[in-house]
């Protein structure tokens, strides 16, 4: 099979190469997928688990891209919930070859039912954003309606889900990020936007929640921002950030098939849209993750025509 495959972390994307690897094999509660649309996280190959197995092991040259729709092509041993032919998408395991590939074994639990109405694209496009938007405002930040909820990087990938998503839950969603954002964050329902370049944060007032995807600088003045009871939520990693009289909170996303039937749900209902900035085929995949043109939006793969 064709897969992308990364040997060299100092290389980055810029060592990516198109390769024939053998295809995977199915083992005991396994699905083996045809991919038919994949994606990668931006920061993806800075990740320990991209190079080395839970030991610690090198385990390269490995594939990327972890987020996918397609269709089962065969059953492990023990599998159940799934058949053979069924549209599925989902997120495969960290540690495990990715999705910028043919084929991918994943473990069944990891996979959700993919309409019949809704592309391969679109769905592939939804499984990283959503579910991370999602766990971070409802499992960790426990949203409610009514509350105002700062959402950094509104624009983005995971910012403009989040965005949508707080503000079908009744919240009151302040965008913040590039001062070119300010259009698509309110397109995506923000009500207010702080261009971080040029505007003060502390402007901004006391907030029940932050969702945060920056870290740093920008997560320790947010910290700030908390009122009592409240919550930072970060995807940025262990920040040092801490909420005076409220919680700080990161969060690594995981694959959740309930969640994914609630998202797609909302997407078929229109009342979710996803941000996909360019497509393109795994032959050009090489040249798409190492353009220097600024998408916004996210990459997303067509593996199979």
Same mark, same amino acid.
Request: glycine share 12%.
């Given at each position: 099979?064709?897969?992308?495959?990364?040997?060299?972390?100092?290389?980055?994307?810029?060592?990516?190469?198109?390769?024939?690897? %053998?295809? %995977?094999?199915?083992?005991?509660?396994?699905?083996?997928?045809?991919?038919?649309?994949?994606?990668?996280?931006?920061?993806?190959?800075?990740?320990?688990?991209?190079?080395?197995?839970?030991?610690?092991?090198?385990?390269? @040259?490995?594939?990327?891209?972890?987020?996918?729709?397609?269709?089962? +092509?065969?059953?492990? *041993?023990? +599998?159940?919930?799934?058949?053979?032919?069924?549209?599925?998408?989902?997120?495969?395991?960290?540690?495990?070859?990715?999705?910028?590939?043919? *084929?991918?074994?994943?473990?069944?639990?990891?996979? #959700? @039912?993919? %309409?019949?109405?809704?592309?391969?694209?679109?769905?592939? #496009?939804?499984?990283?954003?959503?579910?991370?938007?999602?766990?971070?405002? &409802?499992?960790?930040?426990?949203?409610? #309606?009514?509350?105002?909820?700062?959402?950094?990087?509104?624009?983005?990938?995971?910012?403009?889900?989040?965005?949508?998503?707080?503000?079908?839950?009744?919240? *009151?969603?302040?965008? +913040?990020?590039?001062?070119?954002?300010?259009?698509?964050?309110?397109?995506?329902?923000?009500?207010? *936007?702080?261009?971080?370049?040029?505007?003060?944060?502390?402007?901004?007032?006391?907030?029940?929640?932050?969702?945060?995807? &920056?870290?740093?600088?920008?997560?320790?003045?947010?910290?700030?921002?908390?009122?009592?009871?409240?919550?930072?939520?970060?995807?940025?990693?262990? +920040?040092?950030?801490?909420?005076?009289?409220?919680?700080?909170?990161? &969060?690594?996303?995981?694959? =959740? @098939?309930?969640?994914?039937?609630?998202? =797609?749900?909302?997407?078929?209902?229109?009342?979710?849209?996803?941000?996909?900035?360019?497509?393109?085929?795994?032959?050009?995949?090489?040249?798409? &993750?190492?353009?220097?043109?600024?998408?916004?939006?996210?990459?997303?793969?067509?593996?199979? @025509?």
């Amino acid at each position: 099979m064709k897969a992308i495959i990364v040997a060299d972390q100092a290389a980055g994307k810029a060592g990516m190469q198109l390769v024939e690897r %053998p295809e %995977p094999q199915v083992a005991i509660n396994d699905v083996i997928v045809q991919v038919h649309a994949s994606a990668m996280t931006g920061d993806e190959l800075s990740w320990p688990s991209t190079w080395t197995d839970r030991a610690g092991r090198d385990r390269t @040259p490995s594939i990327p891209g972890h987020e996918l729709a397609g269709i089962v +092509t065969s059953l492990g *041993y023990g +599998t159940t919930g799934l058949s053979v032919g069924q549209r599925v998408f989902g997120l495969t395991d960290w540690y495990r070859d990715g999705t910028l590939a043919e *084929y991918v074994a994943v473990e069944a639990r990891n996979l #959700a @039912p993919l %309409p019949i109405d809704v592309d391969f694209t679109v769905g592939a #496009a939804l499984v990283m954003p959503g579910l991370t938007a999602w766990q971070g405002l &409802f499992g960790h930040g426990r949203l409610q #309606a009514g509350q105002t909820v700062l959402v950094h990087g509104a624009a983005g990938v995971v910012g403009s889900m989040a965005t949508q998503l707080a503000r079908a839950a009744g919240a *009151y969603v302040i965008g +913040t990020g590039r001062a070119e954002g300010r259009q698509r964050a309110l397109d995506f329902g923000a009500l207010e *936007y702080l261009d971080l370049e040029n505007e003060k944060l502390q402007d901004v007032g006391e907030v029940d929640l932050v969702f945060d995807i &920056f870290g740093g600088d920008i997560a320790n003045q947010s910290a700030s921002l908390i009122r009592s009871g409240g919550r930072l939520v970060t995807i940025a990693g262990p +920040t040092g950030a801490r909420p005076a009289n409220g919680l700080a909170i990161d &969060f690594v996303v995981e694959a =959740i @098939p309930n969640q994914l039937i609630e998202i =797609i749900q909302r997407l078929r209902e229109g009342r979710l849209q996803t941000n996909i900035g360019n497509t393109s085929t795994l032959n050009d995949a090489v040249a798409a &993750f190492n353009s220097n043109n600024r998408v916004n939006g996210k990459t997303i793969i067509r593996v199979q @025509p």
